[in-house]
């Protein structure tokens, strides 16, 4: 069995980690760090795990990964790459869940999540975990890099149209909806009950840490710059997230033909589903490792309109670190994937 | 007291403008027409109304609107067309909150309410009733057409921007995201609560039937046709509309000179509040006719945001519907409507 | 006008205060104190109020209630007693939503709000608001102890059984469910939206601080000791409380004739409505002053079972204190609170 | 690998039942009938299944069940009395998870359920499947009807302290609130999202279909009626029951003994989870098949109370009939419900 160590195992990505691994054949998890947490019991952090597991949280030291085959960091951006230079000098092979390794710029880093990159010299060497594009590269990584939550269903979104020039690299606008788990766990008003419920709104308008990751894999794919306008939404849902994004045509394909193009697209992805009927849901991929995905095109006005749902915990996080973990390590893809 | 009788008043709509009226200084509520409830006191359907009204609901006849002045049509889209030229015989004032009167192209209702117009001689003769733009016109009307829902907030979100010729007038693209009481009141399992619970989705994708009235409004604003693409989505809140629209920025204004225009555009239209700090909420307009809307400027991909939020039974149907009547009357624009 | 101040502002409470005495017609609010606040425009802190007041948050101190003419106190209990010797040195009468002197026995405070009383000798000059009560109490107090919510929603279920000897005043079992804003509005884990959303849990059984408020009210009806299991449970919804209340039937009464009692005892009660059919429902009263009450007999298990909802914060809090205000100075008991 | 056969394959248990059998590694669904959406697709009717599964729902005929060794039936009450003759005929084992096998009296059945049983003669034949309670019946049934999830949450409370004579069998309260996935996957506006969403409602007061169920299976237990006042609501998440009972306590007994007994009792059930720290919520159990319990002792009135939660499509539904069919056929119990 594959020992593997989970760094900041108590927030929800953490705990999710732990719902997936549980079931996972090829792989037990060894360790589950979480500072906060540290002497309790997992299942009394989280009751849901009674009679599920007999773990404890503990505090994290670079000695306790003796043992440890791959470490999965679950912690909030900023704090990884505190860590990460002594994880990969021990020689373990590293899951990143946050965003400290995802651009390859410092000076974006610096600008969008404002504060130095410390570890800038590991920024190069990570590979951006996102399999449906960068398969083959992922599988021999050490240090991955797990994309966030928005640009999973972004990216998966934009990908087969700009790869195949079907639609233009500017003036492409991105509204997305995010389930409030996507806030972490944690105190604070604004995310309290009564300040999300029936209500949405609208957050870091045009400033939000994801936009050059999304930019950042479409220029790799395109060989081009990406201009796009993002914006980000909570709405009331505990967990997805709902990306409608709207590109203009360059050819006067059908639907039926750009349909054609993403499905061949993502015939090696397990987890893609592109719709020919209806609508993607979120309820449909709660709980799954699926992205959903349907094309329209709004003859009118000359757009691609490209709509796609994850659950933002699975998809957006825990399940594609999984996926992640799976290609690296040589796992049948959905292991531990299938619900 | 001005005698006020409702078609349709057993709907959310009805009941909505039940509940306004109720408060109204100037009128009174002489008869809610329901046929399906028809014989039921309003408590009796609604018990939210107990020891506030001691009305019931009768079927509706021509005859039975003598002594009424003015009358709320609050009926499915394709109803009133069949009820409104007897009205108007009788020499009533209407305020229709559905859509059959606010296009004046029979061949555009007919594509896209998917049914053929039966009183389009009174097409040219309806005025739109969007207050902040035409009041004038209201004020003369005899036959106004409430604007839909999603209407209010697009054309609201875009009409000072498009006036002033800030931003063009093609690519423009509207998010917008529904509260699932804009579906009505009916048995269906497509709102069953189950279904839209803990989900989102996206609908009538291109094909909503709002879309022409969005662009004939703006149009007409402008002097110029408008081409936009329209994305509704259903989310899982009981009332709001939330709207998100980009276009592109013809001028490079800064935020505070567009705002300015805003400011300068809605001064006298008492419910529009343009925010100066902050964005939208939909729980910051719920139960009351204001619009709230703020503007953003997205310098990387000259795009202007604008966001904005109304309650969608309140300013997108039965608060504007009193608006409109206010302005018709000569009554306080702001009459019934201050919360 | 009277000159109305309230200490704590900023709380749901506190807003909802803000939102009903902002229509009533014969006070004005001159000062919203709230110390986090201070300086704060209401509307900045509050959106929904922009265009609404010009109101800002100011720091309390004693002598900033000159020429106010009563006070709300709206803190979190504990803090309440503090303040309270002081205000009422000046003359002022005061009307305290907090649990501070509700309880005449200062033992019982301690053993449940688990800290000293620190303003003892007030306990007793107290009364306590429960207009359906003793109304005439309240016209004459200068402290009055505004009830919780639940005991409100309790009290109100059950005073007219054990007023008129039909249940016994042992073996009572209340089960009540609240809506998460009676939490406050406050950074905690506990009443984040993940947390909350798609769960219910019930909380502090058999030693929550309304147990001796509702067993001290009821005993003072009957003059006996009153016997009560009451659980109380979180439900995600933002406002509301429901209310099941069981207790053992003495006389074999029919449903009409314990209707008939429970109408006759609230006949002078404007803001209780007796249910001749359906069922209280929370979306009934939600914004308003209503306590919905239905009865209903188990025979074969002889138990009468009385189901109650209300506004947690309007009947259970901010209404009822204006309730209370208009009995104390003379307006119409109704004023403020007609929606 | 086993057989099986789903009637009624297309409502919410239904597809439970599907998911959950779709990882169960000893059977395999070879048919499922939904009349309603014969031809259709699974994953047409239900998305979230693309991917997961090639059946298409058909319509049932008796001869359609051939090579079927074990038939589940999903209909709603009063459907499966009309099939299960000729499914028995045919030497079939059947898990009914409708209401109609699990009253031993006709006359219950027809006072409670509003309509003729027309299968009498198999009602002393069915067996109740609640495992915990009688694990070796289920081993050898032909006809189990599985439990209503009202009356596995209420029995699995009270089982131990009625067998124990903790408490007495009569002046017992149950207050439950359910998810609106209990009510079946209709068109009805009833459970229609803006109807149920922000609200709370009881209903069916005294007269639920589960009440002669609960008393039945209890008194089995210990030998003398029980009576009982059961009260169900329904509140706005998808899934879930949340019971709370109280029972007059009989002996002296401290938590840590109820506990004891409680633990005792279920210790061969690998499903039934007694909490010894905090209290069951409803997000605990979702997606799983265990019971959580608690219990408590209110010392001030002398009663016991008991919490339980389960998730009403698993343990109340679709997992607990997977249970019974794992116990029939010698599965080891917790095949197909570890997540």
Do not use: W
């Not at 020689?91 to 000076?107: A, H, S, T, Y």
């Not at 604004?190 to 400033?207: C, D, H, L, P, T």
């Amino acid at each position: 069995m594959t020992r593997v160590g989970i760094i900041g195992a108590s927030g929800y990505s953490g705990a999710e980690l732990l719902r997936i691994l549980n079931r996972h054949r090829s792989v037990t998890v060894a360790k589950a760090f979480a500072n906060s947490s540290a002497g309790k019991r997992v299942d009394e952090v989280y009751p849901l795990f009674l009679k599920q597991t007999e773990l404890s949280f503990e505090t994290y030291t670079p000695d306790s990964l003796d043992g440890i085959d791959v470490v999965f960091i679950a912690l909030p951006s900023g704090e990884a790459m505190n860590l990460v230079p002594s994880i990969i000098d021990r020689g373990k092979r590293v899951i990143d869940l946050g965003g400290d390794f995802r651009l390859k710029e410092p000076f974006l880093y610096e600008k969008f999540y404002k504060r130095e990159h410390t570890a800038r010299e590991y920024l190069q060497a990570s590979t951006y975990g996102l399999p449906e594009l960068n398969k083959n590269d992922i599988s021999k990584a050490q240090l991955v890099a797990n994309p966030g939550c928005y640009p999973t269903s972004a990216i998966l979104s934009l990908a087969p149209a700009l790869a195949h020039k079907f639609v233009a690299p500017d003036g492409i606008v991105i509204n997305s909806l995010s389930g409030v788990s996507g806030a972490g766990r944690n105190a604070s008003l604004e995310i309290s009950f009564v300040e999300v419920n029936e209500s949405v709104r609208a957050y870091k308008v045009g400033v939000h840490q994801h936009i050059p990751e999304i930019k950042a894999a479409l220029a790799k794919l395109t060989g081009e710059e990406v201009n796009l306008t993002f914006v980000p939404h909570l709405v009331p849902i505990n967990r997805g997230i709902y990306t409608t994004t709207c590109a203009e045509l360059l050819a006067r394909s059908s639907e039926d033909d750009v349909r054609a193009v993403y499905e061949s697209y993502y015939r090696e992805g397990p987890f893609v589903r592109v719709l020919r009927n209806g609508i993607p849901e979120i309820k449909n991929v709660i709980g799954t490792n699926y992205c959903d995905i349907v094309v329209r095109i709004d003859r009118d006005n000359n757009r691609l309109i490209v709509i796609s749902a994850i659950d933002n915990l699975v998809k957006g996080a825990a399940g594609q670190a999984v996926q992640n973990m799976n290609i690296m390590f040589g796992f049948p893809e959905q292991e531990g994937l299938t619900f």
